[in-house]
């Protein structure tokens, strides 16, 4: 069975004429009745009454004419989807992001993107590095965006933009602005849980410096830069942070850096896709508002 079948059979119906229902579907009166008896043997049934003044439906046919209707309408209806989806018209999104660039990154551009297809609806996911990229492996999400790479050869990753990740402390806590490495494992540290772009990146760049990651005196780890953020704020101590994730309170003096002398911590964040995999005409204009920030 095929749909030009149903159109035919449709188009015979409605004319109650095989030559007139040819014509409207742009077929010969022979086509026509070939397709007709294709139908029928496929069904092993007699959709129409045959006579030499007119074509009727049978009662079968009529029973069938209603679940045809159903069918071609929602063949329409989906061909209508597609185009509008290729044009940006209407079309759902599904990215993943870490903690940064869901509570940055993202934000800051989405106004923008929004305001360029506002027929497109973004669905965020949000996770630390590792549950975002499981989720692109998955492909429960189009696209991500995160703080790290991954050793896995079907995804895709470019690098989009850089950050710094700075130790900070609360002003009244620490009055003085640089210590040395050997200093830092005495603080009070705040991390980030395993798997988090920003924990990874501290730790990489601890251990290129010497110092063991487990030698430092952590009191707590909490599971979002905000939460991180927050404890600091509250004097449970010092913490590795997103420039991003501590801006405001850097320049309205509620928090400070603490240099840590010889220690540079810088970090990239990259745009990720199953390799492979044709992106939808939402997803390439996204990635060109995240390229373009």
């Not at 004419?65 to 079309?91: K, M, N, P, S, W």
């Not at 924990?199 to 979002?224: E, F």
């Amino acid at each position: 069975m095929t749909l030009k079948q149903l159109e035919v059979f449709l188009a015979v119906a409605d004319t109650r004429s095989f030559s007139k229902g040819g014509e409207a579907v742009s077929l010969a009166q022979s086509t026509a009745s070939q397709h007709i008896r294709a139908l029928e043997d496929e069904l092993n049934v007699r959709l129409f009454d045959r006579s030499a003044s007119q074509v009727a439906l049978t009662e079968v046919g009529r029973l069938f004419y209603d679940h045809a209707v159903r069918i071609c309408r929602q063949c329409v209806e989906a061909t209508e989807a597609i185009r509008r989806f290729q044009g940006l018209e209407q079309a759902t999104l599904r990215v993943g992001a870490s903690t940064i660039p869901a509570a940055f990154l993202i934000p800051d551009m989405l106004g923008r993107f929004s305001a360029a297809w506002p027929g497109v609806r973004l669905e965020l996911q949000q996770g630390d590095t590792r549950e975002v990229l499981r989720l692109l492996q998955d492909e429960l999400v189009e696209l991500a965006v995160v703080g790290g790479q991954i050793d896995d050869d079907s995804i895709s990753m470019q690098e989009v933009m850089t950050e710094r990740i700075v130790l900070v402390v609360k002003p009244e806590q620490y009055p003085e602005t640089s210590i040395g490495l050997d200093q830092l494992t005495q603080l009070p540290l705040v991390i980030r849980e395993s798997g988090s772009g920003t924990r990874t990146a501290v730790d990489i760049a601890l251990q290129k410096n010497g110092i063991d990651p487990r030698q430092l005196r952590v009191v707590a780890q909490l599971g979002s830069s905000e939460a991180v953020r927050r404890a600091v704020l509250s004097g449970a101590g010092a913490a590795f942070v997103s420039t991003l994730a501590v801006g405001h309170e850097l320049l309205n003096g509620t928090l400070k850096e603490l240099v840590v002398q010889g220690l540079e911590i810088n970090r990239s964040f990259y745009l990720a896709w199953r390799k492979g995999k044709s992106l939808s005409p939402a997803a390439l204009e996204f990635m060109e508002c995240v390229k373009q920030r």
